[in-house]
């Protein structure tokens, strides 16, 4: 792709995105798309938790601002889903070692009452030690879940420390527990706790749920060895909303061949109420354009489309309505960026044998960039996942340094400050040549 | 000093507090004095505001541990104040960009109504820009007051920025200002703003002020470059408390000849409500107490004094109370620990020509360490202020690297996980060698 490596090569990437010259604000010139991108959606709509009137504001922006950029069918498609409202979050140790401590909701926590709860906290060091508690035995009681979750390159720690969150809640319930704490699922020190949504078992009555900081758990760790008893006053308000509206948005750039299966590229608009959602997924959504728009620029044989979908946070909603609605649609291939802003380090393909040229084309595309290419479990993405299933799709995953994101994932930490520029290029980058490939591809990609 | 040298070498300090098992809490052995207070301090206290009854609870068990450690004519030493209880700190953006921020009230902020106040938010960069507006130009306003500061080791910075915070509310309250919000005075990125007290004008009525984290304050300086109008919604509830029961704590080592002048070694016990105290100034009085054991434990000359003040946050209450009531007794030099947890780097002294002798002692004490000697402008510190005054004492300054403290000062990250033990112990290292040639000092250090 000689004529591609010239005009997009990763020096005019670089060039393109130098930093401003303000002391603490980043700027990039207007020229960047992916830079402005992410800086406006974080800066002038913020936070935009999923079925909220913030989120609605961010699909009409988006919408707005694909159409100024040439996208065509930009659609914003509507749906339902259950949402979660934040009310108030405050916990604090009374009577020994009495003190606040820095605590977020979880998403779909149950209720207290505006006076919240008061009951002593039972410390649990694993989620192995809670599911072997018995039946019954946290009975007018707050549990509390540890866990030691370490940063990774890939981020796969999430899966089983995730579970804490995922599924400590149910457990303790299950258990009689009054509410439940948990050390948050990150590995950052600082005192904002990470949220994030909750898989409560069908037909549980959900109880008041939290996560505090790591420098918290690590308190509530240090006086558990103490001996003494630790009470706790929990006030969790928030609220369950059934029916709250939310959406997609959508958006092609034509191919020269319409007939053909589009590109699907995706990722969410929807981010968690504590930050401004800049590496969670705002970042995602800016690379995915602008590569599509770079990689599109010359004329691609296929349609791409970039779907910015809603409601990723509290279930994947959006993935789900779009694999509904264009469930008759043909679909080449399916990518998602949603981990944050970090420099893309690895891709990994599910291609079937037939596929291995083009394979080796991408390889040979992004080997210049320092990604690695490897065949293995694709991810997909939380928002491509219903299609790809449905229509057993190739996926090609560009796998992000996840070091660091578990740092800032679901945290009021979560702005626009975090994301690199250089990084946020090298992703555009990366993307770009990959679509310019798929995208030109005349016959199909086969998966495994 | 060979046998000081071989009890107290670093090495073995280092040895003493290699870091525990646990993935998360650090931890040292039990034989480490300083590592200890701080932690049971921090954890078991936890914030400590200057006033409050968690400040009571923190007298009653620095007096008990001081005891439990050898300490004699342990004494709480009561004295009342006007303290600043915290109340609901919101804010948040209305209309264009409209989201929330990360903010706090400042020390001794006005207060809202409950309601809050809602307004046009004025962006001003600098201070300067501020004090150029004119008479009555913030009338029904709420100005914004950016800053550039960074990082510096000396920590020269706090001083002309720390400004915005200390004198920029009486300047817009001067312009007519409804209420007043500023850039944390601070150097990290996160949603942790940085509280910090007020000195407002004699005579004027306090309106709110606050304190938005340096992410939020981007924010608005981006927003701020759109042309397009902000509004504020800003509810600090917060109440000035007049007559607040405070109090230092003050313990001796005695000397083998107690006629001699004491040597004063102070930190402060309070600290900011948001975090838990540990750099400022848990680890303070962490340093001090323990160097003071080790340098008297082989029996010195003078008695060794530790002051833990009381209030120093909202103007230094306690070092004035501690003046006062010991003006008539004499001192041989006065230190204080107050800027952190990491290293010293360097000792700054204000001796006369005359100590020239015990200067070039101390010097070659603390070369190992890596710590360069020079002579100029002494801190002293806001606990030992009235006292060097009253008395004209000299002082020894064990500047410590200020480079990442302002990242944490008087934010809710200001937590035990911030001490690295290595930098604790090099602390205590350093005050040893220096307690152990000044309070073996038969004559008197003359001050410049």
Known sequence: MPALS???SLAAAMLAILPGAGAHAQQAPAADVAWNLVQDLTTQIGPRPAGSPA????????????????????????FAMRAYRRGVDKAELIGFAAQPLAITA????GATSEAGITAPLVYFPTLAALEAAPAGSLAGKIAFIDHAMVPTQDGSGYGPYGDVRRKGPGLAQARGALGVVIRSVGTDKHRNPHTGVISWPQG???????????????QIARLATTGQPLRLHLTLTGQIIDNAPSGNVVADLPGRDPSLPVVLVACHLDSWDLGTGAIDDGAGCAIVTAAALRAQAGGALRTIRVLFAGSEEVGGFGGEAYARKHAGEP???????DFGADRVWRMTTNFAPAADAVKARLAAAL???????????V?????????????KLPVIDLNQDGTHYFDLHHTPDDTLDKIDPAAL??????????????????GPIAAQ
């Open 6 to 8: 010239a005009r997009f």
């Open 55 to 78: 989120e609605a504001r961010a699909r009409e922006w988006a919408a707005a601002r694909l159409k100024s950029l040439g996208f065509q069918n930009v659609a914003i498609e509507p």
């Open 106 to 109: 979880l998403g779909y926590s």
């Open 204 to 218: 549980i009555k959900p109880i008041p749920a939290g996560a505090v900081s790591n420098p918290d758990a690590d």
């Open 331 to 337: 679909h080449a291939l399916a990518m998602e960026s």
């Open 367 to 377: 080997n210049p960039l320092g990604i690695v290419a490897r065949d293995g479990t």
């Open 379 to 391: 991810e997909g993405g939380e928002d491509v996942g219903a299609i790809i299933a449905a229509q």
């Open 425 to 442: 290029a090298q992703n555009v980058e990366a993307w770009t040549r990959v679509l310019a490939i798929v995208a030109n591809q005349a």
